[in-house]
Each structure stands twice: as C-alpha cells, then as structure tokens.
C-alpha cells in the first residue's frame, strides 16, 4: 500500500524555535509537496521537489525552507517559527506529470506560542 | 492567474438527501481529479476525469467533466454520514496544479 509518512502529528513550538517537519514516501515518487492548509484559504503549495537536492518555490515559500537530499525524504524546516505559522503541514508525494495521483500524508498539526 | 472555484462554500444536509457540488475555471484543464479530505486526515484521490464530456460513477457518487474541460461537477445520491468531508478539486496543465478552496459537507444522520 501507498504510503507518505509525517514525522509528527502534533507538535507545539516556541516563537523563533527552529522546527523541522519530516516526511518520507515509500513509493518511488519523483515529485514531493509541502502544504500548509488553513481555514478559508485551501492548500498553499509552500515548496516542493522534483528529485533529489531539486526544490521550486510554492505559493507561499517565505519563512520556510527545504531538504531533499535522498529521493524518498523531504524535509520542511521553520527557520524562526512564528505564530502566523501556526497550521495544519501536508506533506504529499506522487509521479511525474500533472494528471498524477497526489498522496497526502496524515498531517502535522503545529502550533506555534 | 487560472483559479478554481468550488461551490457551495458549505453544505450541511440530511442523511439520504441528494446533492451537488461544482468546481468551476475559465481555463481549459488537460485533467481534473477530486479529492475527499475527512476531518484530521490527508485529502484521498476519489476520481481523475480528463475526457471532455466524461462522466465517471463510483458507487454513489457520479462525477461529470465538462464538454469543455473547464469545470466539473460531483453529485452523490442518498447521502450517508460517512460522506461528510472536505471535497476538494484538482487540475492542471503540466507541472503547474491548482487547488479549490473546497466544499466542506456535512450530512446529519
């Protein structure tokens, strides 16, 4: 079975702790995706990666940054979290080419006091 | 900027009520997936349409691409409380993807 695998499920931080949220696939996938998922707003793309050491800017990459140094790891790191990054973190995987399935992880719920 | 927009905002209704939800664009998509999201969870690939016209059934549920590839829409009969969920579509052209704000839904037993 298809699996995306987010490291933390509920996490509480201090403002300007560094946080890290990992995210592993088990399915060979070339493509993985960062979200951020708020009320009224959707699912912002913050940052994904078409293969290893390879990132793009999201919609809404500022504060953040990535790792993807082996191909089934990829990494979200708050550098100096803030309240306002305070979400509800996707992490997502799938193939190559747009008409893709996406496969979503199960989510990191964090809270930044 | 290509947007896609869904329609209702939110839904609430009763157990065995029928139902429609859209998701509409003035772009042309090479496909289009929706996506259910139940509370606390990832959101879960449930179709992918990418005929003009296509009309996909998945036991209750029936989804229909336009004639045009610009919007889409999903109906599902009889709703039951395991319906409820975020109803989320997907398309895109190439590598870029856009997402719908959602149809939140609740169905009441």
């Known amino acids: 079975d298809v699996k995306v695998t987010q490291s933390s499920r509920y996490l509480v931080k201090r403002t300007g702790e560094k946080v890290f949220l990992e995210c592993v696939q088990d399915?060979?996938?070339?493509?993985m995706f960062w979200y951020r998922q708020d009320p009224g707003l959707g699912l912002r793309l913050i940052y994904f990666?078409?293969?290893?050491?390879?990132?793009e800017k999201g919609d809404i990459p500022e504060g953040y940054s990535v790792s993807r140094e082996k191909k089934e790891r990829f990494s979200l790191i708050l550098e100096s979290a803030s309240t306002n990054q305070t979400s509800m973190y996707l992490c997502?995987?799938?193939?190559?080419?747009?008409?893709?399935?996406?496969?979503f992880g199960e989510g990191s719920w964090l809270t930044v006091v | 900027t290509q947007l896609l927009e869904q329609s209702p905002q939110f839904l609430s209704i009763q157990e065995g009520e029928n139902l429609t939800v859209y998701c509409n664009s003035s772009?042309?998509?090479?496909?289009l997936q929706w996506y259910r999201q139940e509370p606390g969870e990832g959101p879960v690939l449930l179709v992918t349409?990418?005929?003009g016209g296509e009309v996909k059934k998945l036991k209750r549920l029936t989804f229909q691409f336009g004639d045009a590839r610009k919007d889409s829409s999903l109906h599902i009969t009889a709703a039951q409380p395991g319906d409820t969920g975020l109803y989320l579509c997907?398309?895109?052209?190439?590598?870029?993807?856009?997402w719908g704000l959602g149809t939140s839904l609740a169905v009441n037993p």
């Open positions: 997907r398309a895109g052209n190439n590598r870029k993807l856009i």
């Open positions: 772009s042309v998509f090479s496909s």
């Open positions: 990666s078409y293969d290893v050491k390879m990132k």
């Open positions: 997502a995987s799938s193939l190559l080419g747009a008409g893709n399935t996406i496969y």
């Open positions: 399915m060979d996938h070339e493509n």
């Open positions: 349409v990418v005929t």
